[in-house]
């Protein structure tokens, strides 16, 4: 198990480096991130590489059995490269290029860049390769992560062959895009511009400029990892992704990696339920199928210009348990000690700027001794989940360019309240009813899970309709929504009765819908296990059943001919439907309860408001965590006469978690 922090020897004394690496190893931390942001410290000038102060902080860290994964520094330019190569620089839609002096300012498109990241990505894994404690490589930082998009003649012309080589020919292009509307027809590939307004500009050009946008990030790690591939066959290469960062198809930027890492920056605003930062490690199992490191974590307040509040006493120790519970096998907290210079002097580490070892450090060790005694029982755990979430990246940009209603959120990176977006809905009812959750792409194998829920699934290709039908006609359980299967692969409205493609599996047709606008709210009413009145808000589907049972319907006047949530028998599997956003989280909690008794699927237990299950297993054992995310004290039913295995007490018929407390208790088999 490694565990550890992202230190920067390069912004201390040289005197303090074996004081550093001495208290990390006393705290059990076995690994660090290093150099990312380094590369005028390796390459002062064009071609002039030094290392020497590189290796000498690895041997004091290898001298106290710590590992290394050293990040390819391509995320913040030298000075010397801004002045030299001026049209490095990222280009604004006006014409004007970006000051110097952030980072993630550069032009992907730009040939000097590209150039010179090959050239220290290659200078780094031919002198580090053979580096006895350097163990992984963590390429550039956070892509795409930075509001800087690219508007220069090199990045259009470079959009223009991505283009041609997707569409092939002109006609096709027109075609995808529906370029007859407003008489906008292109005539010549030159003649493509970068739709830069998304909210004005053609929605299919706008698709297709947010999946070059991606593809230009996944082709500047390809070169990296190319490279690295090449030198340090015995290192990993992964990259820090950002969790539910909106901008990047991780799907694609993953390929090229051993396994993804993401940054978990879950403490902010009041102590909440963190269900946000638990969908976050399941869509980052998710992209490759298998489990994650944590490249960043909270250590202390964070912040740029202001800082926010401190992690209370056991906050540390609970958000870190939450991502080792979700598949998480390495974890290093961001940073090591809080840096007294530059723009993140408020983003607070284990330690403060004073270098002393106190609460947060403490609480970072007990943790990670209790990793390394947990250790033996995590290797080759994962998360086994019978209920999946479709996450898909063209649904998600498709809506933010053109939502269709105005509340329409797929689910929005650093949301504050994101309870009411698509995925959350169903995500967070899960979490209440304590059932592991894979989070996976369209292209996965449906037939792994009992149960797929497909919220807001905007873009549907005809391949994919078919899938889900194939999936339900053979047992499967499909739970789908609103504004589901609205637009082709080209972001062109199917010219077809909603929900198209998935009509005879849903049983229903779809005339009509609305939003529904200027604070209106439509009352509806459930039967059988829906008793009960219910409040759609924001949108509403007219349905009307074609064979599928009705669960519940709006009383609205205007709308009691039609369905609000349906569900529909078809082969050996279920297809469930709900036209509205509902107000009440109870409303999901039903749902979601409903179609895992259709599906029969149990959850391991029903945790009280405020606790998360979560089950890691393998050909032996499972582990169940619990994680209490509340500042009061939680009483849990568990199975008794179980190991559990941090205090080392069997357990009785029930556990108390203290407040952000958590358990780990050792279940034999499937049985348990």
Known sequence: MYVGVDYYPEHWPLDRWETDARLMREAGFNVVRLAEFAWAKMEPKEGQYDFKWLDRALAILNKNGISAILGTPTGSMPAWLMHRYPKAMVMNADGSRVVWGMRKDNCFSNRDFRRLSRNITRAMAQHFRRTSNVIGWQTDNELGGQDLVCHCPACRTAFQQWLRKRYRSLDELNRAWGTHFWAHQVGAWDEIVIPSRQHEHNPSACLDWKRFYSWQNVDFQHEQVEILREHCVHQFVTHNLMGLFKEL??????????????????????????????????????????????????????????????????????????????????????????????????????????????????????????????????????????????????????????????????????????GQQAISRYYNALFRAGVNTDVVSPDADFSRYRMVIAPHLYILPDALADRLNAYVRQGGVLVTDCRTGVKDGSGLCHPRTLPGRLSDMLGIEIPEYEAITGGMRYPARGRGGFAGAFTAISYADWIQPRGAAVLASYTQPHLKPYAMLTRNRFGKGAGWYCGAVVQEPAFYDRLVAAALRDAKIRPVLRPPAGVEVSVRENKTHRLLFLVNHTETKKRVKVPAGKKELITGKLTAASLALEPFGVAVILMSGKGD
């Not at 969908?279 to 490759?288: E, Q, S």
């Not at 489990?291 to 609970?318: D, L, V, Y």
């Open 249 to 418: 198809d991780y799907y694609e930027l993953a390929k090229d990696l051993d396994f993804v890492s993401w940054d978990n920056y879950p403490v902010s605003g009041p102590p909440e339920v963190r269900s946000r930062a638990s969908l976050g490690a399941d869509l980052m199992r998710g992209v490759k199928g298998k489990n994650f490191w944590i490249m960043e974590q909270t250590a202390g307040a964070s912040g740029w210009g202001s800082f926010g509040r401190n992690p209370r006493p056991g906050e540390i120790r609970n958000v870190a348990y939450q991502q080792l519970a979700h598949g998480c096998d390495g974890q290093i907290w961001f940073r090591w000690r809080t840096c007294t210079a530059g723009r993140e002097q408020y983003w607070h580490g284990l330690l403060g700027h004073d270098g002393r070892p106190l609460r947060r450090y403490q609480e970072a060790a007990q943790t990670a001794r209790e990793y390394h005694r947990l250790a033996p029982l995590l290797k080759d755990t994962t998360v086994k989940s019978e209920v999946a979430i479709l996450y898909d990246y063209q649904s998600l940009w498709a809506l933010d360019i053109q939502p269709g209603y105005a509340a329409a959120k797929y689910h929005v990176f650093n949301e504050p309240n994101p």
